[in-house]
């Protein structure tokens, strides 16, 4: 090889460097971990994220129309499998009162067991978006966040963040009023999935999961008496009441919908399909006695494939996340 097309090699592999680092790889998941943590420090043995929890456990029957949409075996007429869920406040601080802004978006995460002995779970929040479009785009965020303090000079890192991602700085100033329960709002999964039925044709969807007896907010007033943990408390007497539902809903994309952006919700009149009905019936207790419980979004049967490569990011991240809190 002739000496001078040495530095041509080393100018084109730097080059396809560039180009294989841009800015939406997804970045390693404990810098994930690590830049969530930046936002709301450490809490040994605490999800980084939706620390503060209380998990039920009850039963999941699928509809009549489900299996249209796809063979997983929890989505065919009439099958009925236990599931745990786990709702939760948003930030990473297990003490938050409920009432406090950053409890807002609550989780719901749901777990189903199989017959097989494995589970799918599905993760939402109770807003239907997200601040970044990528993983990459969620860890900058996390990161302005991190190092924008009271006394960090103007225009802080997060001043700079907002200014050029409009959709971010809507979310985090969207109005996100107190839910009278956690049975009371509605939740969105937010990253797309493709289902495939038994003819073989596929569609992308997005699940919700809407509150059998709609949705309920509590005044300026009663949310500023509400006691601290007023939402764990509420669930756990509701569900001694009776059985608290839910139907699990799949949103179907049209031609043209975003697939990999979760940050933009699909226009509300697109086609739902009722996957069947979530019923709640027993308090499992907080997070104490559920500390070895994760949810992963990742985790699918056949019928259901990741459309979203945040789901996958999401994976990692979480693994990442429950072998820190479990050392
Ligand atoms: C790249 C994007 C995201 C990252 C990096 C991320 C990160 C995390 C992490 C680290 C945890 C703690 C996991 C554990 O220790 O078990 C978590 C939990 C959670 N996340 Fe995310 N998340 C992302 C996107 C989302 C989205 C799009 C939603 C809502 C649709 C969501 C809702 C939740 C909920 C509800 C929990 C609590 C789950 C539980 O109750 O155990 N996250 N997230």
């Known amino acids: 090889m002739k000496e001078a097309a040495i530095p041509v090699l080393i100018a084109a592999a730097i080059s396809l460097l560039a180009i294989t680092t841009n800015a939406d790889e997804a970045p390693a998941p404990d810098a994930v971990v ?59 601080i297990p003490t938050i009162a409920d009432n ?13 067991k199989l017959a097989d002995g494995s589970d799918t779970n599905i993760v939402a929040h109770s807003f239907n978006g997200f601040p970044a479009a990528t993983t990459s785009e969620f860890r900058q965020l996390l990161v302005a966040l991190g190092t924008s303090k009271p006394d960090t000079p103007k225009p802080t890192p997060l001043d700079t963040f907002l200014g050029d991602h409009p959709i971010a700085k809507a979310f985090l100033t969207a109005a996100k009023p107190n839910p009278v329960s956690f049975a009371s709002l509605p ?29 309920h907010y509590l005044n300026e007033a009663d949310a500023k008496a509400a ?3 007023y939402l764990s408390d509420e669930i756990k007497k509701r569900v001694g009441d009776g059985p608290v539902t839910f139907t699990l809903v799949a949103q179907i994309a049209d031609a043209g919908d975003k697939v990999d952006n979760p940050s933009i919700a699909w226009p509300a009149d697109r086609k739902t399909v009722s996957l069947g009905t979530i019923s709640l019936t027993k308090s499992a207790g907080d997070d ?31 693994a990442a996340s429950f072998a820190r809190r479990n050392p």
């Open 34 to 92: 690590d830049a969530i943590n930046g936002v709301f420090g450490v809490h040994q043995g605490a999800r980084p994220v939706h620390a503060k929890g209380t998990v039920l456990s009850g039963t999941f029957i699928a509809s009549p129309e489900a299996a249209s949409l796809t063979t997983a075996p929890h989505l065919q007429a009439g099958s009925s499998v236990p599931v745990t869920v786990r709702f939760s406040n948003f930030a990473g």
């Open 100 to 112: 406090e802004g950053l409890a807002s978006p609550r989780g719901m995460a749901v777990k189903f």
């Open 187 to 215: 939740y969105y999964a937010v990253n797309a999935f493709k289902f495939t039925n038994k003819d073989g044709t596929a569609a992308f969807v997005r699940y919700q999961i809407l509150p059998a007896g709609g949705e």
């Open 227 to 229: 006691a601290a943990s």
């Open 288 to 318: 104490a006695a559920n500390k070895e419980l994760i949810f992963m979004p990742n985790a699918v049967p056949a019928g259901i494939e990741a459309a979203d490569p945040m789901i996958a990011d999401r994976g990692a991240v979480y």
